[in-house]
């Protein structure tokens, strides 16, 4: 059965409740009467003749039918939101940057790249997300972010139309608290064997190249935790936990800010940062403004 139109109301109600798992804590969000949305989603259902949900255990979850129409929302309701921005925009004269920041970039460098966009002539309102980096990169093609700061490029030949754009790159050096300098910084890297050392997760792009970096130097640390965030890995390494590994660029602030100090240089072993966008060329003027700061040296 075809139908002529789609009530949009109906529309939120599915896809609030396939978002949340269940009409219960679908009411409870929009604050509403179960009975309320359990008519809706009975409603949309007749209207299309297609059954959208399905109980799987304690939660309900799309049938086919339904994930195609959860795409079809996801790109709807964003649609809506870019739209509440270009009105906002009109109104205030204000610019809107939504920014998805991978877990694993180090946040004093988002920081940085972010920072950027205060100088324009133009006032800037940043909203930022941090996430997983497919759940961001989902996020971006689905128009729900206008560009992902991460430390790693998008694979050739993936599913979604979404464009790598290296901002820079800088090389790395470890660091720890000064009790850890003072064991280990003389005859680095050598000293590193059966040292303590906080790295990131072997779903990070900069893993493999630091345990690549230790196999070179013929080194055994003793690794005492792994992260996939990398505002923990700095926090437990603040507090003496192991030494850890930082782009040269923040020296400056991994001191000021983590007490940490420089135990050894590792020119080999650089980190790279990445803007990803929806389109080849970057055409939102506040991503533009990051661009040409990056160009102006921020990595050196």
């Given at each position: 059965m075809k139908h002529s139109g789609l009530n949009f109301r109906h529309l939120y109600f599915f896809w609030?409740?396939?978002?949340?798992?269940?009409?219960?804590?679908?009411?409870?969000?929009?604050?509403?009467?179960?009975?309320?949305?359990?008519?809706?989603?009975?409603?949309?259902?007749?209207?299309?003749?297609?059954?959208?949900?399905?109980?799987?255990?304690?939660?309900?979850?799309?049938?086919?039918?339904?994930?195609?129409?959860?795409?079809?929302?996801?790109?709807?309701?964003?649609?809506?939101?870019?739209?509440?921005d270009a009105l906002e925009e009109a109104d205030t004269g204000k610019m809107r940057l939504t920014v998805g920041i991978s877990d694993s970039l180090p946040k004093l460098i988002a920081y940085r790249l972010l920072q950027a966009t205060q100088n324009m002539g133009k006032q800037v309102r940043l909203?930022?997300?941090?996430?997983?980096?497919?759940?961001?990169?989902?996020?971006?093609?689905?128009?729900?972010?206008?560009?992902?700061?991460?430390?790693?490029?998008?694979?050739?030949?993936?599913?979604?139309?979404?464009?790598?754009?290296?901002l820079g790159e800088s090389?790395?050096?470890?660091?720890?608290?000064?009790?850890?300098?003072?064991?280990?910084?003389?005859?680095?890297p050598a000293s590193l064997d059966g040292a303590p050392l906080l790295l990131p997760t072997r779903n990070n792009a900069?893993?493999?190249?630091?345990?690549?970096?230790?196999?070179?130097?013929?080194?055994?640390?003793?690794?005492?935790?792994?992260?996939?965030?990398?505002?923990?890995?700095?926090?437990?390494?603040?507090?003496?936990?192991?030494?850890?590994?930082?782009?040269?660029a923040l020296a400056q602030d991994i001191e000021d800010q983590f007490g940490a100090v420089l135990i050894g240089d590792a020119p080999e072993l650089r980190e790279h940062f990445y803007a990803i966008s929806s389109a080849r060329k970057i055409t939102h003027p506040a991503i533009e403004t990051i661009l040409n700061e990056v160009h102006s040296g921020l990595f050196a």
């Open positions: 609030t409740v396939a978002k949340e798992g269940g009409v219960t804590r679908a009411a409870e969000k929009l604050g509403l009467a179960v009975q309320t949305i359990s008519m809706q989603l009975a409603s949309l259902e007749q209207s299309i003749g297609k059954q959208l949900l399905e109980p799987q255990g304690r939660r309900l979850v799309p049938t086919e039918a339904g994930r195609m129409a959860l795409s079809y929302c996801d790109q709807i309701f964003a649609l809506g939101d870019q739209l509440q909203v930022c997300m941090e996430d997983e980096f497919e759940n961001l990169l989902a996020d971006l093609a689905l128009g729900k972010l206008d560009v992902v700061l991460t430390d790693r490029t998008v694979r050739a030949g993936g599913s979604l139309k979404v464009f790598s754009h290296l090389d790395m050096k470890l660091f720890g608290t000064p009790k850890l300098a003072r064991k280990y910084r003389r005859n680095f900069l893993r493999g190249r630091i345990d690549a970096w230790l196999v070179q130097h013929n080194v055994r640390p003793e690794i005492v935790g792994e992260f996939e965030d990398n505002a923990m890995l700095n926090t437990f390494g603040r507090n003496g936990l192991g030494m850890f590994f930082a782009p040269s």
